[in-house]
């Protein structure tokens, strides 16, 4: 499905909605609401920082596990400015869940907004593929050893942190039987990481 908004084109794809389906009949109601914000929050971030320096959006894809932003070409951010827009994401998440943990802890629907927001932020920070923190780590090994290595690099780090959270899914589910969304977010990241091409 695609359409423009905003002069900006949306592409929902059908995986995208598969997961809402999903996520609706597993969290029962509200839960899918509580979850979808941190990640709306999460993107505002990077979409804040775009607009502080200029730079257009073209297209917003909506996938399986990502929202892709696709940046106009016209306009190109510095080497610290990348690395700034892919850190804005999680630290969005980190400061909502200090500021709801601050002013509003004793509810038991914000105390789940504050983890939300917490698992978010760090979740991404991870050096793990295509995730804010891999891409932050491509950055800064491209800078230091060039394309070649970095992606070698990237490639082995991605691994060695996404095999003990692959472990851990693996655990969740099988032995208490819960936790299906990290399992599934751990096979879409090893995915991702096999289809990069060297």
Known sequence: MEFTLLKVRWRLSFWFFALLAFAALVNRGFLLLYIAVPILIHECGHLLIMAFWKV???????????????????????????????????????????????????SLRVQFMVAVNLV????????????DGGQVMRLLTQRLWGPGLSHRISRAVS?????PLFGISLLLVFRRGENIMLLVACLYLAANIISQRD
């Open 56 to 106: 257009p959006v073209e297209a917003v894809s909506l996938g399986l596990f990502s929202i892709d932003i696709q940046r106009s070409r016209q306009r190109s951010l510095s080497y610290g400015g990348e690395i700034l827009l892919h850190l804005a994401g999680p630290a969005v998440n980190l400061l909502a869940a200090a500021a709801l943990y601050a002013w509003a802890f004793p």
């Open 120 to 131: 978010t932020g760090l979740f991404n920070l991870l050096p793990i593929g295509n995730l």
């Open 159 to 163: 691994v060695l942190v996404l095999a």
